[in-house]
């Protein structure tokens, strides 16, 4: 009994955890989509990639999980340039495009 229990919850947080990944990534990817318009820019491919995911304290010190991810865009489609954006939890923390956007950083 106590096995299934806790097999269910493992297979729970599981759950959770790859849901509020793919809902932080659309979220971060309408951050990107919106800055390189802003900007008159094309993000390239239209995707993220997930660098880095790690356990954080916010300014309360509740921990919460922060997401690095990096994206190319291109002003013309000749040249690639690498943007950074930090999320913690489903709020945009950093914003970083090289050239264009030095570092936006939101209090979370």
Sequence with gaps: MIETITLLAILGFGAWFWFETLQCQEIAKAFAKQMCVQLQLQLLDDTLAL????????????L??????QFEFS??????????????????????MPGYVQRTISPV
């Design 75 to 96: 002003d013309g489609g000749y040249n690639r340039r690498q943007g950074t954006l930090i999320m913690r939890g489903i709020s945009l923390e950093m914003l970083e």
């Design 64 to 69: 919460s999980m922060q997401r690095i991810y």
């Design 51 to 62: 660098v880095r995911l790690r356990l954080k304290r916010n300014h309360r010190g509740r």
